[in-house]
């Protein structure tokens, strides 16, 4: 999602996080179980559990519990065996829906998440529906009173990152994931606090949703990140300023 698709959710985030905590650790935990066991414990050799665990401290997870989940992924403590798994269909409006899992029984959770889509407007598709629309991207959103656009576009140039655009409330930075660790730093070094920093999967095109299908629409993307399985969920609908504004109160 982009603009002010973005802003909207997190301010809706936000307004849950307590609510929340203790299932997006879980959330979190096994990301990091899952980066540990495909490249290895060390995080300055493997990107992916890096990443895992700069989302983990984010979230405020104590370092304790972050430790233990590098264990688990590389066999030192026990664990049940996790699977990522992928799901693409289209929600209202006909936006292109992805959603990333992680399960210890994908014969619970595929039909699951297949009756989330149904029940709210949507419909589950073939591998690879949507997916050639998406790019893995590196995306930084900051607040307007956190910086100005020259400041961020000179940042951009000097550590090779894409351009910043104007989205919604802010700005929105994007970069290639490569690069990631080194843009972080930079906005940390120039005392810029992103309101949101993650790699995601940002769309090619995107589609405009206004009214009762920008409001079903939030309600399908609610109810697939309220799933316990469910890690991450990107989409390529937009909405108007007045919806996003009515959506995220």
Known sequence: MAGHSHWARIKRAKGVADARRGREWSRLSRAIIVAARNGGGDPDGNLALRYAIDAARDANMPKDTIERAIKKGTGELGGAALEELFFEGYGPGGAAVMVAALTDNRNRTAPEIKKIFEMRGGNLGATNCVAWMFTKRGVFLIARDKTDEDTLTNLALETGADDVQVQGEGYELTCDPAVFNTVRTALEQAGIKPD??????????????????????????????????????????????????????
Do not use: P, Q
């Open 196 to 249: 949101s920093a993650e790699i995601s999967m940002v769309a090619s095109t995107n589609v405009t949703l206004a009214g009762e299908e920008a409001e079903r629409m939030m309600k399908l993307i609610d109810a697939l990140e309220e799933h316990d399985d469910v890690s991450n969920v990107y989409s390529n609908f937009e909405l108007s300023e007045a919806d996003a504004a009515r959506l995220s109160s």
